[in-house]
């Protein structure tokens, strides 16, 4: 056999490779859009009849468009009413203010209950007070009523290693305070005149959600939290149970018919709002370094702006 003819079959052989290669990739992502859009069919006609809607609220709240557009979706839609599935210590007070906005107009048009897991702290809270009822468990928390601002000031540690920021601004609350430099009384006051806002804004709304009077509402205001059985007698929540006694109660009160399918609503699946530090967290814990995936896993969520969140950390306070 001559050179060229064995380069000739080599190349061949090269190229029958490559297009196999592409078949079964052109294969693959071909059923993976069936497998989608079958999905997404599936999902539409699974939500076309009488049915209550199911939707979970968890994790840190801001807000986000998707989970605002499901709520939208549902209040659209054939579900009779609605069941909301808390479990969230808060987030951006902002981020709870649309959402209970959002569960307000949706209550408008189909009765809605909340139905409180492990805790509906803070913003969380605030989500709960959009439903017509809230349900706990005897052992959730529930509470932790206030706003607040957290910044890091590392103007001591500047000084220690010799380096000063320099600003010209156009008056002395511009951009303040900062974190690199000592925060001065009027920026202090300032700050606590945006929180004392918010925290009327958020008193005011669980004392009409709740139908407080003053003095009950002073009982439950100082940004504590409390369980379930604690939280019935002090009006933060209704009832004792979870999901049947809320269906039940949907039932029996609402006219919600019996032996309705109870139906899930989330939103649609995405990848614009991974973050790098998720990928870092989960290399860290893959490599055997949970301490490192921890670290990195709590600084995944930053937001800027008033709070409305539960935390516990050991060593600090709860907030």
Known sequence: MSLSTADYLVDRRR????ITFWRVAAFCLAALAVLALGARL???AGVGGAHIARLTISGVITGD???????????DSRAVAAVLRIDSPGGTTEGSEVLFDEIRRLAAKKPVVAVVGTMAASGAYIAALGADRIFVRGNSIVGSIGVLMEYPNVSGLMDKVGVKLESIKSSPLKAA???FEPTSGAARDAIASLI???????KGLVRDRRQLSDEELARVDDGRVFTGRQGIPLKLADSIGGEREAIEWLQKEKGVAKDLPVRDWKPEAG?????????????AEAAGWP?????LRSHEFEADGLMSIWRFSPGADAQ
């Not at 301490?291 to 670290?295: E, P, Q, T, V, W």
Request: aromatic fraction near 8%.
């Open 177 to 179: 305070p900062n974190g």
């Open 271 to 283: 990848i614009v709002g991974f973050r790098l530090t998720s990928l870092a967290a989960g290399a």
């Open 291 to 295: 301490s490192i995936a921890g670290a």
């Open 196 to 202: 004392a806002d918010s925290f009327d804004w958020f």
């Open 65 to 75: 468009p998707a989970t605002l557009k499901v709520i939208r979706d549902v209040a």
């Open 42 to 44: 599936a999902g539409l």
């Open 15 to 18: 190229l029958r490779r490559q």
